[in-house]
């Protein structure tokens, strides 16, 4: 009887090591990784895709270093149908999250600690949660950020009023109800950014939703075409909107370029004439002064021979 309770207690005691052997092996695993912080903006671009712009860095012996070859997934989070008390019993825990929430693609980040993830169209909803995790990595611990958005249009056009070119952009909702007091920034696309336009950098919309930019005169770009752009930034709501419209009022710039001429900064096949000759005449003559010494070197040493 006592051998039997001896050996009981034993297995109790062997089961209840492994147990705590497991969960510590794995919460040791977890604290010994890095933790990772996470930035997430979701932008749309009008007629073109909405997508999430994703930043990771960890606190490394340098200060804040970017994440680089981390991998994220990224999951939709679907509204759930309510259901009555006795349904929501029968149904567990890990089932409601299965159905709440669905897999809609994964990204990794470049050397700068940074990605964009396209959202595919199908899962793109007037009101749409985001789940952005970092899941199962070998060197950061797991983490997640939520963006939840809420869908709108921005529409934006050049007109002429009194001889004026004016930029016009309204800010609707999907239903094409006016959004007011939303602030837009409005700029000229250049090679390196964006260049404000109007006198102020900022613009609120009206009760319509709108606003009415004028546009300075002598503008240039390429056979007179610009691009401007009409940006609604990081708004709490709605994330980072951009609409773009082309326009052909700018300045036509002269090509007044001397990159293909025989210049110092062309490419090697358009080099100047002088610098191909005076090199190879310096060139040859050195060679030529040698050729003399040693032709002379070998004469003094005949006559001494004779």
């Not at 709108?152 to 959004?179: C, M, Q, T, W």
């Not at 000229?188 to 900022?202: N, T, V, W, Y």
Request: with cysteine.
């Amino acid at each position: 009887m006592i051998k039997s309770v001896i050996s009981r207690s034993k297995s109790v005691i062997l089961i209840f090591m492994g147990v705590l052997a497991f969960f510590g092996n794995d919460a040791y695993g977890q604290g010994d990784k890095t933790s990772a912080r996470l930035t997430v903006e979701h932008v749309k671009i009008m007629n073109e895709n909405s997508s999430l712009n994703i930043k990771a860095i960890f606190k490394g012996e340098e200060g804040y270093e970017p994440c680089e070859n981390l991998n994220f997934t990224i999951y939709k989070i679907n509204e759930v149908e309510e259901i009555s008390e006795e349904d929501s019993e029968a149904v567990s825990e890990e089932d409601s999250e299965a159905v709440s929430e669905e897999k809609i693609g994964e990204v990794k980040t470049n050397q700068e600690g940074k990605a964009s993830f396209v959202i595919p169209s199908q899962f793109v909803t007037p009101l749409a949660t985001y789940s952005i995790r970092i899941e199962n990595s070998d060197i950061y611990k797991d983490n997640e950020e939520d963006v939840t958005v809420m869908d709108a249009n921005l529409e934006a056009s050049v007109e002429e009023i009194d001889s004026v070119y004016h930029i016009k952009a309204r800010f609707v909702s999907v239903e094409n109800g006016p959004l007011a007091e939303q602030t837009l920034k409005v700029g000229l696309k250049r090679l390196f950014g964006s260049l404000s336009i109007g006198e102020d950098d900022s613009y609120e919309t009206d009760e319509d939703g709108a606003i009415l930019v004028p546009i300075e005169d002598g503008l240039t770009g390429v056979d007179g075409k610009l691009t401007f752009q009409v940006t609604l930034k990081g708004n709490d709501d709605y994330g980072t909107i951009i609409a773009f419209v082309k326009s052909d009022i700018g300045v036509p710039v002269k090509d007044e370029s001397t990159f293909y001429q025989r210049t110092l900064w062309s490419p090697p096949t358009k080099t100047p004439i002088l610098l191909l000759i005076l090199p190879n005449v310096i060139l040859f003559g050195i060679w030529g002064i040698l050729v003399l010494l040693v032709i002379n070197l070998f004469k003094i040493y005949k006559s001494k021979i004779n």
